[in-house]
């Protein structure tokens, strides 16, 4: 079954500080996969996509790696913020048919002054 | 301006009764979908539909059915609400469902809470 884990589930931080948020998935075939960064009581949005091919992406502070061999992602954040304080949400979208999208549970960060 | 809107943001109301959550983008989108977001924070897609047809329908209790009267609106309609039901509801669309770039625009949610 296509599943998405991430850890922690829940993280606490001092602002200033970085934070590494982990994601690991058994989606096949793989086409590519996004982190979204869902703050309270909105929607996600999309921070940045990975592909296949790609290792690392940044986005401001916020830096994205994929290794494709073992199925894992990280989200590391630096010089956290307290707007950072939210859920980020990693999801794999598979390479078949309609390529549907697989959403992992999510880590809530919450950054502290 | 607002790209994907939702209304209500909030909707209380007792078992039994039916509701609709109504959806709209500005974006100019071909595909639409809903997501439910349960108390564990998991967003699972219910409907998807491009250009006013039905292209995804997850096990999904016939209670619920989508209404999409054009390409820019997408609604939820639920019968005879119960206290499952109660969770919060994503909107969202994306430009096309099999670029594989495409990114989907979430709205801000409804939060329906059954008593």
């Known amino acids: 079954k296509n599943q998405v884990e991430q850890s922690p589930q829940s993280l606490i931080i001092l602002e200033g500080k970085n934070c590494t948020l982990q994601c690991n998935y058994t989606v096949s075939p793989f086409s590519n996969l996004r982190w979204y960064k869902q703050d309270t009581g909105r929607g996600p949005v999309s921070l940045t996509i990975m592909t296949f091919s790609e290792n690392t992406k940044s986005n401001g502070r916020y830096t994205a790696t994929l290794d494709a061999d073992t199925k894992q992602s990280s989200l590391h954040i630096t010089a956290s913020q307290l707007s950072d304080s939210a859920s980020y949400i990693c999801v794999v979208r598979e390479d078949t048919g309609f390529q549907k999208l697989v959403f992992g549970t999510g880590t809530r960060l919450l950054v502290s002054p | 301006d607002t790209a994907v809107s939702q209304t209500p943001k909030y909707l209380v109301t007792q078992m039994g009764n039916d509701k609709s959550i109504k959806c709209e983008q500005n974006?100019?989108?071909?595909?639409m979908y809903w997501y439910k977001q349960d108390s564990k924070k998991f967003l699972k897609i219910m409907f998807s539909?491009?250009?006013?047809?039905?292209?995804i329908n997850e096990t999904v209790p016939n209670r619920f059915s989508p209404k999409s009267p054009d390409k820019a609106h997408l609604n939820l309609h639920i019968n005879s609400l119960e206290l499952g039901d109660s969770a919060v509801y994503f909107c969202?669309?994306?430009?096309?469902?099999?670029?594989?770039?495409?990114?989907?625009?979430f709205g801000p949610g409804t939060r329906l809470t059954v008593t």
């Open positions: 969202a669309s994306s430009q096309d469902s099999g670029g594989l770039f495409y990114e989907q625009y």
């Open positions: 974006l100019g989108h071909d595909t």
């Open positions: 539909y491009n250009n006013k047809e039905l292209i």
